[in-house]
């Protein structure tokens, strides 16, 4: 088992969320250099390769992901997939777009009802990953979504999302309904 097969393996369980040099550089004992080194090979060999795969490195984080050239696909898939989010992971994934990075509870509270297996659910379907965590008690973990989610939904960035009504005319229209009644 060489650094470079450690060091794939670990880039590759840690998903959508990616892995830092830091946290490579600590599970497997090797020097910082060595690590970036290996990680440069292995995102030549990905790009020399006939793989679906690549190496991507934003800042201090690495992570492997599809190629670009496969994103029509991948948002065919998520598309055609009628199983694949059920309405409760809409909502909850709906709530992480909008209001990123946030916690469990601030989904639970606008839910009304806990997310914990939506949360997990959609983090399993890459479309939300732990962007970090609150000083609150707990250290709670805040959500943020994916470049999947962008591709799975056709948005180039997160400003592309549709613009929700005001809170107020929310409240305003619910209030002229119950009066209706």
Do not use: H
Not at 7 to 18: F, T
Not at 58 to 86: C, H, P, R
Not at 130 to 153: E, H, Q, R, V
């Amino acid at each position: 088992m060489t650094l470079r097969n450690k060091i794939e393996a670990l880039i590759y369980i840690s998903g959508d969320q990616g892995i830092t040099i830091k946290k490579l550089k600590e599970l497997t004992n090797a020097s910082s250099a060595a690590i970036r080194e290996n990680i440069v090979n292995l995102t030549l060999n990905y790009e020399k390769s006939d793989s679906a795969l690549c190496i991507s490195q934003n800042g201090d984080i690495v992570q492997m992901m599809a190629k670009t050239e496969f994103d029509t696909l991948i948002q065919k898939y998520t598309k055609s997939n009628d199983s694949l989010l059920t309405q409760s992971a809409l909502e909850t994934l709906t709530i992480v777009a909008y209001k990123q990075p946030v916690t469990r509870i601030e989904v639970d509270e606008v839910r009304g009802i806990n997310s914990s297996v939506s949360l997990r659910n959609l983090l399993n379907f890459g479309l939300i990953k732990i962007k970090g965590k609150t000083d609150d008690p707990g250290n709670p973990s805040l959500y943020a979504t994916t470049d999947l989610f962008l591709k799975a939904f056709g948005l180039k960035n997160i400003s592309e999302l549709p613009i929700l009504p005001e809170d107020d005319e929310i409240v305003s229209e619910n209030n002229n309904e119950m009066f209706d009644k």
